[in-house]
């Protein structure tokens, strides 16, 4: 399949089963909640390395917030309802109740709950006071800029991790180019996130290594300077780079609408090939074929 | 169809109709509930010997006329809407523990004693003991939400445990006296001895106050959990001011002679200089 000039791979992403959770973030200022929200999704791109992953959603205006401040809408994904609720109480804890002004809600309707607030209270040192309204309790923590209010429980719900477009260009300005255009393009689609810096990845992984000790280790068949070396390379005539977007999703939905606009973009900006990332279909719960994401698009 | 009843006797003394509510009246015809018992003085009587009925009861009441001798409507309530066009006497809503009450003129004394969840909205003023715990017991509110859209009387939140309390305009003395936990907002001037023995709470005002001596004023800030329940008010019909939603206000701790762990927050108007 071939959209505008570019190559579109007959093959799909191999996406994950995961959890994920919405954490809405308000402050003072729309500053500082951008501020909490970047030290809340700091280090989260993977959670092969990071034990979740993390980014921020959309930046909400004061008449989306529930306290009618300016605010930040966070998605952090784990693999496990465990994990979801660990990662919160870790990073809430320590990005978002130390940033001035800020205060901390839950996003997501769900029947699964974890336990944030509750935990984090007792850094209040039987200080906090508890506050019931409308079925949603919170607790009012004090700091020294005067209290951190935070939600009892935060809803968590299955989720989708690993949907993912790998963009080749002829070099690196210009798949570089193509990749940004393209995450550009994924931004703020509801429910989802790029996890990784700029929402792009060069670094892409299989699931192996020679190393014992190391599960995972550099995509070499994507490795422009293992051309000649690898014989698993899958680097077609003319391509000299190759970045990867990865996207998780509160939704299977939310993934593939994101991985159709990624690709859109990335053809519009001059990829020369759009393929994607898999283990053979035997890892991932979600096979994700990019041929029929394009169905009506594509010439 | 919902089920209506309009007053056509006024009683001579006051009548005790804990019956007029919509868990006692759903399913029920006109004529079913004209027999419903209810007591005038210390005498049994028939609900229809005061009110002529219609409709059928589907989960919501009207109730129409002048309502202020009737005890005890939506007593022990859990579901379903209770409209009253008219004033109401005491005990409305006591003991509730679901649904929506919502009287078009004034209620009498102790709206919603001892409720545990629901919503009542009064758009007149209520009497004394809004929410307050029945005499002799523990606890007076202990969840749900009041609204009182113009002025009650003395002991607001007397001993209440949980739950909202709002008046739009003024309250009496003892406001939120012996309060164990919960939040009492008063949009207008607050009585005497404000929070009196109360252990926790909140109690709120858009007004400066006399505090207790057992009171100790601690700083000046911006309450962000008060945000969220100006909100809340402000969704319910409470003319809440963006003054009232963004202001800082004073942050008093007591009652010393009890926990010392209740405050009252107290909006910065400038009309007072800052305690210290």
């Keep these: 399949m071939r959209l505008h000039d570019t190559d579109i791979v007959d093959t799909?992403?191999?996406a994950f089963a995961m959890w994920g959770a919405r954490v809405l973030i308000t402050a003072e200022t729309a500053e500082w909640a951008m501020a909490a929200a970047q030290s809340m999704t700091g280090f989260a791109t993977s959670v092969i390395g990071c034990k979740c992953e993390a980014g921020i959603e959309a930046v909400l205006l004061e008449d989306a917030t529930p306290d009618h401040r300016p605010g930040v809408s966070v998605l952090l994904f784990s693999m496990n309802a465990e994990g979801v609720g660990k990662r919160l109480v870790e990073r809430v804890g320590q990005c978002v109740m130390t940033c001035p002004s800020t205060a901390c809600y839950n996003g997501l309707s769900a029947a699964e709950q974890v336990t944030v607030g509750g935990q984090l209270r007792y850094f209040g040192d039987k200080h906090q006071i508890a506050k019931l309204l409308e079925g949603?309790?919170?607790?009012?923590?004090?700091?020294?800029?005067?209290?951190?209010?935070?939600?009892?429980?935060f809803g968590i719900q299955p989720a989708v991790g690993g949907g993912n477009i790998l963009i080749l260009g002829r070099d690196e300005r210009a798949t570089l180019a193509a990749a940004a255009a393209a995450a550009a393009a994924m931004r703020g689609i509801p429910g989802t996130i790029l996890p990784f810096p700029g929402g792009v990845v060069r670094s892409g992984s299989k699931p192996a290594s020679r190393y014992k000790f190391l599960h995972a280790s550099t995509n070499d068949a994507y490795c422009p300077?293992?051309?000649?070396?690898?014989?698993?390379?899958?680097?077609?005539?003319?391509?000299?780079?190759?970045?990867?977007?990865?996207?998780?999703?509160?939704?299977?939905?939310?993934?593939?609408?994101?991985?159709?606009?990624?690709?859109?973009?990335?053809?519009?900006?001059?990829?020369?090939?759009?393929?994607?990332?898999?283990?053979?279909?035997?890892?991932g719960q979600y096979q994700i074929r990019l041929h029929p994401l394009l169905e009506g698009a594509a010439v | 169809m919902s089920l209506e009843l309009t007053l056509t006797t006024t009683p001579t003394v006051p009548l005790e109709a804990d019956v007029i509510s919509p868990a006692r009246l759903t399913g029920l015809?006109?004529?079913a509930a004209a027999k419903l018992t209810v007591v005038h003085g210390n005498v049994r009587a028939d609900l229809g010997e005061f009110f002529k009925i219609k409709g059928t009861g589907n989960?919501?009441?009207?109730?129409?006329?002048?309502?202020?001798?009737?005890?005890?409507?939506?007593?022990?309530?859990?579901?379903?809407?209770?409209?009253?066009?008219?004033?109401v006497g005491m005990h409305l809503g006591a003991r509730m523990a679901g649904g929506e009450i919502r009287v078009e003129g004034n209620a009498g004394d102790w709206v919603g004693p001892e409720m545990t969840n629901g919503l009542i909205v009064i758009n007149g003023n209520a009497g004394h003991l809004v929410g307050s715990a029945l005499r002799g017991d523990a606890a007076g509110m202990q969840g749900g939400e009041i609204v009182v859209l113009g002025n009650a009387g003395n002991e607001v939140g007397s001993g209440m445990r949980r739950g909202?309390?709002?008046?739009?305009?003024?309250?009496?003395?003892?406001?939120?006296?012996?309060?164990?936990?919960?939040?009492?907002?008063?949009?207008?001037?607050?009585?005497?001895?404000?929070?009196?023995?109360?252990?926790?709470?909140?109690?709120?005002?858009?007004?400066?106050?006399?505090?207790?001596?057992?009171?100790?004023?601690?700083?000046?800030?911006r309450p962000v959990f008060l945000r969220l329940y100006l909100a809340r008010l402000r969704r319910l019909g409470l003319p809440v001011t963006p003054d009232q939603l963004d202001g800082e206000y004073h942050r008093w701790c007591g009652d010393a002679l009890e926990l010392n762990r209740g405050e009252v927050l107290l909006l910065d108007t400038g009309e007072t200089a800052a305690p210290h």
């Excluded at chain 1, 996207?247 to 299977?252: K, P, S, Y």
């Excluded at chain 1, 159709?260 to 053979?280: D, F, K, L």
């Excluded at chain 2, 202020?68 to 004033?87: C, F, W």
């Excluded at chain 2, 008063?186 to 057992?214: D, F």
Aim: aromatic share 4%.
């Design chain 2, 164 to 221: 909202l309390i709002a008046i739009g305009g003024n309250t009496g003395d003892f406001t939120g006296v012996g309060m164990l936990a919960g939040t009492v907002v008063v949009l207008g001037q607050l009585g005497w001895r404000t929070g009196a023995s109360m252990k926790r709470g909140t109690i709120v005002s858009m007004h400066p106050v006399e505090m207790l001596p057992t009171f100790t004023h601690a700083c000046r800030y």
């Design chain 1, 225 to 283: 300077t293992l051309r000649a070396v690898s014989s698993e390379t899958q680097l077609p005539d003319g391509v000299g780079s190759v970045l990867e977007i990865v996207i998780d999703g509160l939704d299977l939905a939310g993934v593939e609408s994101a991985m159709r606009r990624g690709m859109q973009a990335a053809a519009e900006a001059g990829a020369v090939q759009i393929t994607a990332g898999n283990y053979g279909g035997g890892l």
């Design chain 1, 136 to 153: 949603r309790r919170m607790w009012r923590v004090p700091v020294m800029d005067g209290e951190f209010l935070v939600d009892d429980q």
């Design chain 2, 59 to 87: 989960g919501e009441v009207h109730v129409t006329g002048d309502l202020s001798r009737i005890k005890m409507i939506g007593a022990g309530m859990t579901e379903g809407r209770l409209i009253v066009h008219g004033s």
């Design chain 1, 12 to 14: 799909f992403a191999e």
């Design chain 2, 29 to 31: 015809s006109a004529a």
